[in-house]
């Protein structure tokens, strides 16, 4: 299904903010180059928006700004950390509720013996964290996930759009990771859970604080 666009006009005046406020936005990034898509129309080139983006995005500034600076802002937004020296130890995580004990404790044991969770590491922990929270996959489904995420999660932790499927086919789970979120699956297939990897991002990013 094709994403539906908004004005720019129509997004000033929905989200009641200034053409000073977008812009100014734009160039903290906290809003992507690629959302601002030029099209023509009958008066000429007009700018044009995914509108369901535009509207969490915006919500979440203006949710997030007083407390913040836009520099700070950004980075909480893109879950712009540091993924070469963040690293940090399964007390302090489970200190701070970043991961819960139930979540820790499907670690795999051949990886448990360090001391410090590397950038991925956490980030894998946290997806696992937020498929249970849905109330939609076992024990069994989690572990698959967090052996494939900590087995790829380098792989990843830097791409623009990952996306985490949970998939079920006559009672047998099967766990995937794309690169976009198109996915065309069989009618006996179903989609149990679907995790967009920068949502997270953007939560452990808050969460690190």
């Known amino acids: 299904m094709e994403e539906e666009l908004i004005s720019k006009k129509d997004l000033l005046k929905e989200a009641g903010i200034s053409y000073g406020q977008l812009y100014r936005w734009k160039r903290k990034n906290l809003i992507p180059e690629s959302w601002f898509i030029r099209k023509s129309?009958?008066?000429?080139q007009e700018t044009f928006f995914p509108k369901a983006k535009m509207m969490t995005r915006i919500k979440q500034i203006i949710d997030l700004k007083d407390g913040l600076s836009l520099d700070q802002l950004a980075d909480q937004?893109?879950?712009?950390?540091?993924v070469n020296t963040t690293s940090l130890s399964k007390e302090y995580l489970m200190e701070r509720n970043i991961v819960s004990s139930e979540v820790m404790e499907l670690f795999p044991l051949n990886q448990s013996t360090t001391s410090e969770f590397q950038y991925s590491t956490i980030l894998s922990l946290l997806i696992?964290?937020?498929?249970?929270?849905s109330g939609e996959i076992s024990l069994e489904e989690a572990k698959q996930m967090i052996t494939l995420l900590i087995n790829n999660g380098k792989k990843g932790q830097d791409a623009e759009e990952l996306h985490v499927f949970i998939l079920r086919k006559m009672g047998v789970s099967f766990v995937m990771i794309t690169e976009n979120a198109n996915m065309i699956v069989e009618a006996n297939v179903k989609i149990v859970i679907h995790i967009e990897v920068k949502n997270v991002k953007q939560k452990l990013a808050r969460l690190l604080v």
């Open 41 to 44: 129309t009958f008066t000429g």
């Open 77 to 82: 937004l893109s879950g712009n950390l540091n």
């Open 128 to 133: 696992v964290e937020e498929g249970l929270k």
